[in-house]
C-alpha cells in the first residue's frame, strides 16, 4: 500500500454499496474521486457516480487493477464467480475487504489463493449517514499497514467493532439486520401514538427523539439496561403498567426469536 490515499474499488453497487459511498462521501467530499464502483449493467454504479462524484468503471478487472482496497459488494451466491474472474490481478499487495453475507474469510482466501489481507465487515444501513457499526475481522495475511488503511477508511462509516469470526452470524443478525428490526419497533410506537390520539409527525418526533437519548444514556453513563427501566418505572405507573402488557404479551421472547432466525439464515447464506 503506497503512502497516498488509498484507492477503494467496490465490486457490487446495491443498497450496502449505495450506502457506504454515500457515508465515505459524506464524511469527506475528497473522498468521492478516489471511489470506483462496478455492476453488472444495472446502471446504479453510473447513479453514484451521477449523483456523488464518484467513478463508474465498466469491468471488474478494470477496478481491481486500479484499486488498492477492493471492497467485495456482491450477493454471497455471486462471490465465488466475481473473485474468480479477478483472481489473477489480486496480489499481495491488494487489500480486500469483503461485505458478503455469510462469507468468511477463509473461503475468500481459498477462491484467491494468493496472501493477499482479506478483511471481513459486516456493516448495517447507517454507515449512509457515518453512523454504523460494523463487525470487523481479519484473515490469516493481514499485515498492519493494510489493517490500519482499511480501518482508517472503514471507520468514517460508524463504530467498528472488532469480533471472532465465528460471531459473524450473531453479528449479522443482531446489528446487521437490527435497523429493520428496529425499525417495525419505532413503527410500531408510531402507530400506538396515532391510535392514542396523536398525529403522525408528532408520533414520529416523540418516539425517535426518545430512542435517540435513551441509546445517549445507556451509552455515555454506561448504564445497564435493567438498572433504566428501574429508573424509569415506578410502582404502579405508566411504564410499569406499560412493561407488563409487553411482557405478558411475548415482546422480549419474539425479539430473541426473530434474531436467532437471522442468525440461522445468515449461516445458511454462508
Do not use: Q
Not at 477492493?70 to 451466491?77: A, F, H, R
Not at 437519548?213 to 403498567?241: F, H, K, Q
Amino acid at each position: 500500500m503506497s503512502e497516498r490515499a488509498p484507492i477503494i474499488g467496490l465490486l457490487g453497487a446495491g443498497n450496502m454499496a449505495s450506502a457506504m459511498v454515500s457515508g465515505w462521501v459524506r464524511a469527506d467530499a475528497a473522498m468521492a474521486e478516489r471511489i470506483l464502483v462496478t455492476d453488472r449493467g444495472s446502471g446504479r454504479a453510473a447513479g453514484l457516480a451521477e449523483r456523488l462524484g464518484t467513478r463508474h468503471v465498466e469491468a471488474n478487472a478494470d477496478l481491481v487493477r486500479e484499486a488498492d482496497i477492493v471492497v467485495l459488494c456482491v450477493k454471497p451466491i455471486d462471490v465465488e464467480r466475481v473473485l474468480r474472474e479477478v483472481s489473477d490481478l489480486i496480489t499481495p499487495k491488494k487489500t480486500i475487504a469483503s461485505v458478503a453475507a455469510g462469507v468468511g474469510t477463509a473461503t475468500l482466501e481459498t477462491i484467491l489463493d494468493v496472501d493477499a489481507p482479506v478483511f471481513r465487515f459486516m456493516p448495517n444501513v447507517g454507515v449512509r449517514v457515518g453512523a454504523g457499526t460494523l463487525a470487523f475481522s481479519s484473515g490469516r495475511f493481514t499485515n498492519t499497514a493494510a489493517e490500519e488503511a482499511v480501518l482508517e477508511s472503514f471507520s468514517l462509516l460508524g463504530e467498528v467493532v472488532p469480533l471472532e469470526e465465528r460471531l459473524f452470524d450473531a453479528a449479522t443478525a443482531l446489528s446487521g439486520s437490527g435497523p429493520a428490526f428496529l425499525g417495525l419497533i419505532v413503527e410500531a410506537f408510531e402507530d400506538a401514538g396515532i391510535v392514542s390520539g396523536l398525529t403522525h409527525e408528532s408520533a414520529r418526533r416523540l418516539i425517535l427523539s426518545t430512542v435517540g437519548g435513551t441509546a445517549s444514556l445507556l451509552t455515555e453513563e454506561n448504564i445497564a439496561c435493567a438498572d433504566l427501566r428501574r429508573m424509569v418505572t415506578s410502582p404502579g405507573g405508566t411504564a410499569a403498567a406499560g412493561l407488563a402488557e409487553m411482557e405478558r404479551r411475548g415482546v422480549r421472547g419474539a425479539i430473541i426469536d426473530g434474531v436467532r432466525a437471522a442468525m440461522r439464515r445468515a449461516g445458511e447464506l454462508g
